[in-house]
């Protein structure tokens, strides 16, 4: 028996130490629920909500999902490699597993999957409510890499506390519309934010928490100076998201 009870105690060892490697940021509503968001890599987390999981923009490349527990719900952003990856989706799903992805990610997604467009919301359960917002370049170099009208952002409104994980972008007119924010990731590299535009978005947000995400080789210390500097009540926590 109690060679049995220490393998089931190693087993569940491996379970999670995958997940024990990631930074965890912790939050509660006004109400007691309990968020935890586990911050994977780049633009991949997993939310917990009590025993809720989301898993936003799994990618198999930064950590092995079959050591994560099934998701209730997943989400993804958009097409591109670096945030839709069917290898790390399939380990993922129950039977009950949600998916919301944009249109394009459909044909390479489980049959299971709902599209969701620019503008549409949906009230997952009593306490969750997902808005699929946009997420596209104005860049002219960048047009083709996040046409307008393609990609999401999503605002996840939890018991009242409020995650915004905005996909790839830059500094779109759209993002005046993104208020009451608790917790806020922006990209920062490449065809998306220079950390110049993300200073401005964090700035015209005004999250309580700002992460900055997908970021590469960019120097997310500037941007956390150049937040601070401007006095506002926004918090800059800079974690291993690059």
Not at 13 to 41: R, Y
Not at 119 to 138: E, F, H, K
């Amino acid at each position: 028996m109690k060679k049995l009870f220490f393998l089931l105690a190693l087993m569940m060892s491996v379970i999670t130490t995958q997940a024990q490697d990631f930074a965890v940021e912790k939050f509660q509503t006004q109400s007691g629920k309990n968020i935890s968001v586990t911050l994977i890599k780049h633009a991949s987390m997993e939310i917990r909500v009590d025993d809720y999981i989301i898993q936003v923009d799994p990618v198999s490349r930064y950590t092995d999902y079959s050591k994560f527990n099934k998701a209730d719900l997943i989400l993804i952003c958009h097409e591109h490699g670096d945030h839709m990856d069917p290898k790390a989706v399939e380990p993922l799903l129950k039977e009950s597993t949600l998916i919301y992805a944009n249109q394009r990610s459909l044909e390479k997604l489980p049959a299971r999957t709902v599209a969701l467009e620019n503008g549409s919301s949906v009230r997952v359960n009593d306490y969750l409510n997902v808005d699929a917002v946009p997420a596209y370049n104005l860049a002219p170099e960048n047009l083709q890499k996040h046409p307008k009208g393609v990609g999401n952002g999503y605002v996840l409104t939890i018991d009242g506390f409020r995650i915004y994980i905005a996909g790839d972008l830059d500094m779109i007119p759209e993002l005046k519309d993104i208020k009451n924010i608790d917790l806020c990731f922006l990209p920062i590299n490449g065809p998306t934010m220079t950390p110049e535009q993300a200073v401005e978005a964090a700035l015209l947000i005004e999250p309580k928490i700002f992460i900055p995400y997908h970021f590469s080789n960019t120097n997310v210390q500037e941007v956390k100076d150049k937040v601070d500097a401007a006095g506002k009540k926004i918090e800059v926590r800079l974690r291993e998201m690059q």
